[in-house]
């Protein structure tokens, strides 16, 4: 069973990094393409990364060049490193299980965390 708990988000000013933590304590997110997510007050949530098991990511235009996605599998755990970071990356950022394995829609994840929040300042 994926249980992900989501660390690193803060106050920040434009221009500053953030590096987010997802770690599961289950154990088993080994065998799972994962994911990050966002979402921003009375916005929808929205895609921003994925790695696979093996360690191939994918990104959204609107963080390429600037966010890196990477993963421990050993210490369970994915990592977003956020640079470059604008106010328009405000929001809570989520972690999840790509449970159908089939694209980067919210509906393809599952086993999300609680988030944390990330604010942009200008």
């Known amino acids: 069973q994926v249980r992900l708990v989501e660390t690193g988000g803060g106050l920040v000013q434009a221009g500053d990094s953030l590096r987010l933590s997802c770690v599961d304590s289950?154990?088993?997110?080994?065998?799972?393409?994962m994911g990050w997510f966002r979402q921003a007050p009375g916005k929808e949530r929205e895609f921003v990364a994925h790695?696979?098991?093996?360690?191939?990511?994918g990104y959204a235009d609107s963080v390429k060049g600037r966010f890196t996605i990477s993963r421990d599998n050993a210490k369970n755990t994915v990592y977003l490193q956020m640079n470059a970071l604008e106010p328009e990356d405000t929001a809570v950022y989520y972690c999840?299980?790509?449970?159908?394995?089939?694209?980067?829609?919210?509906?393809?994840?599952?086993?999300w965390g609680r988030g944390t929040q990330v604010t942009v300042s200008s």
């Open positions: 999840a299980a790509r449970l159908k394995n089939t694209g980067d829609s919210m509906i393809d994840f599952g086993s």
């Open positions: 289950g154990r088993t997110m080994g065998v799972y393409t």
């Open positions: 790695i696979t098991r093996y360690g191939t990511s």
